[in-house]
């Protein structure tokens, strides 16, 4: 079973930030995809955003 959403603590382990560092970007990502603080971030926004490719992200959080 796969997951669709990322959460600070995926964010933390991709970036290497520190957990509130994670926390800020989600909800910088967040407010400029105009979600509002309970509706989810997708592993595909967040790619989107960074720039960077799922296929990197989806091993370090899907295992």
């Known amino acids: 079973m796969q997951r669709v959403c990322i ?6 382990l991709i970036t290497g930030k520190s957990y509130r560092q ?9 407010e400029e ?3 509002s603080t309970n509706e989810f971030l997708t ?8 720039g960077i490719k799922y ?3 989806s091993h370090l959080i899907l295992g």
Request: some cysteine; glycine content about 0%; overall charge positive.
């Open 7 to 12: 959460y600070p603590k995926d964010v933390q």
């Open 22 to 30: 994670s926390v800020r970007l989600v909800r910088k990502i967040k």
């Open 33 to 35: 995809l105009n979600k």
């Open 43 to 50: 592993i595909d926004e967040f790619c989107a955003y960074a």
């Open 55 to 57: 296929e990197q992200v």
